[in-house]
């Protein structure tokens, strides 16, 4: 085995130990990087040209940072966080709980459908996982432990139905997925919309059937509501606005009327005229929005420059060749190759953020998967088809990483909201069903990849 394959392995493994440590991922990743661009350097200073980082290679590593900050699809990512954060103030959420509530109230199990249904609509007017968790477990937590919910099932829903922001589009992941892998944001949010909803779907059936058949897990409220013309009309009020505004984004860019970055911005003056509409934003409320917006999109974009200085140091040491010699040369099959993919991206879950595996993981093993001749339909239309689905199938499964522990963020994002008797074991044990059913999608993705490539397919056609 080369010096560089070595060098490559102990990168890994620096960068892993630098995590143990509790020093801030951005900081192990361009410390990494800057590590082992000087023992590159060293290499080739006195054991002839091993890597070829010389001084040339360390001004491309500032080249890219430059790029990387001047990125154009990059500038919707605080747009849509803005966006998000805007929306939990205008109070659509709990407008939408209270008459949702009274729909779904002779249902048995209907506060955990309306939750899920509040979390399918956050998803796709916000793409932030925080935010929606957060505001899910302040509405609904203390009514459904009110009404008798079981601990286990109240937190699992809240939890599940807050992390689908992730996947359903307007999704930050997605668009940093699309930059990384060169691919158009459009493909990836009009891909993830099937296997989004499908996701909800699954939630809802599951609820439904195990409140049937554990009826004291979810009982009925005590006075029974009854459904007038007022109540439907009343969810339909509620409801108008957010549509509006998912017609808005969503609708632009299906229509070719705006890209992704443009409807963004469509977004952030949707999310605006709502939360005045409403009445539910003051002067301190618009800076205290400002503020977490600065400071998310500074999270974020201080992991993006540290993840390409470390990741530019890992293929000047070759490490991209490392991981494709060691996937194409197993004897699984494409679709083993790509199973063991997906198992090794579910095991990182369990420790990584999507931040860290969408930056780090996914740009080296994503060229193999072109190569790997898995005839995955484009429909003519649908550009590298493989890798739309591909993205869209780690987007499903990063789905797990915000509900597995020890590092599963909305199980500490709802532990912070809970009342003290919500223990983390609680919310571990409801959370379980969860993440079942989103491994059964992300079966069902990879057995039928035209569940993502049709409807981009449909749209750009």
Same mark, same amino acid.
């Given at each position: ?38 023992? !590159? #350097?060293?290499?080739?200073?006195? &054991? *002839? +040209? ?7 290679? $360390?001004? @491309?590593?500032? /080249? ?83 009404? !008798? #919910?079981?601990?286990?099932?109240? &937190? *699992? +829903? ?7 922001? $992730?996947? @359903?589009?307007? /999704? ?83 229509? !070719? ?205």
């Amino acid at each position: 085995m080369p010096l560089t394959d070595y060098l490559v392995i102990l990168m890994f493994l620096t960068f892993v130990g630098l995590i143990m440590t509790g020093i801030p991922i951005a900081y192990c990743l361009a410390g990494t990087g800057m590590i082992f661009a000087f023992v !590159g #350097y060293l290499s080739d200073q006195y &054991l *002839g +040209t091993v890597t070829g980082l010389d001084y040339n290679f $360390i001004g @491309i590593i500032v /080249s890219r940072i430059y790029v990387t900050m001047t990125n154009w699809v990059l500038i919707a990512l605080p747009l849509f966080i803005f966006m998000g954060l805007m929306l939990d103030r205008s109070g659509i959420a709990e407008n939408l709980m209270k008459s949702l509530q009274e729909l779904f109230g002779r249902v048995r199990g209907g506060l955990a459908v309306t939750v899920t249904l509040i979390g399918v609509i956050l998803a796709a007017c916000t793409g932030i996982v925080g935010a929606s968790v957060v505001l899910l477990g302040l509405l609904s937590l203390p009514i459904m432990l009110k009404q !008798g #919910y079981s601990k286990e099932l109240s &937190l *699992g +829903t809240i939890a599940a139905a807050g992390t689908l922001g $992730i996947l @359903i589009p307007p /999704s930050v992941m997605l668009v940093v997925m699309a930059d990384q892998l060169a691919l158009s944001v459009g493909d990836l949010f009009m891909g993830a919309v099937f296997p989004g909803l499908m996701l909800s779907a699954m939630y809802v059936v599951y609820l439904l059937i195990y409140c049937y058949l554990k009826p004291k897990a979810a009982p009925l409220p005590a006075e029974r509501v009854h459904i007038s013309l007022m109540t439907i009309l009343s969810v339909l009020k509620n409801i108008i606005p957010p549509a509006i505004l998912i017609v808005g984004v969503m609708g632009s860019i299906f229509f !070719g009327i705006a890209t992704v970055t443009e409807a963004s911005g469509v977004g952030v003056l949707g999310s605006f005229i709502l939360a005045l509409m409403n009445r539910k934003i003051s002067f301190a409320g618009f800076k205290e929005v400002l503020y977490n917006t600065y400071n998310i999109t500074a999270y974020i974009f201080g992991i993006l420059i540290g993840a390409s200085f470390f990741a530019l140091v890992l293929r000047g040491l070759g490490g991209d060749q490392f991981i494709e010699r060691i996937l194409v040369g197993m004897s699984f099959g494409s679709y083993g190759v790509i199973i063991f993919v997906v198992f090794c991206i579910f095991f990182l879950g369990f420790f990584l953020d999507w931040i860290e595996i969408s930056l780090i993981v996914l740009p080296l093993v994503a060229p193999v998967i072109p190569k790997l001749g898995l005839g995955i339909p484009g429909f003519g239309v649908v550009d590298n088809p493989s890798l739309v689905w591909f993205a869209v199938l780690i987007a499903v499964t990063l789905q797990t990483s915000f509900l597995t522990p020890p590092v599963g963020f909305s199980l500490f994002y709802l532990k912070g909201v809970a009342p003290p008797e919500v223990t983390l074991s609680h919310i571990y044990r409801g959370v379980i069903p969860f993440i079942v059913l989103q491994m059964i999608c992300v079966i069902l993705v990879l057995l039928w990849p035209q569940l993502v490539t049709w409807l981009p397919a449909v749209t750009y056609r």
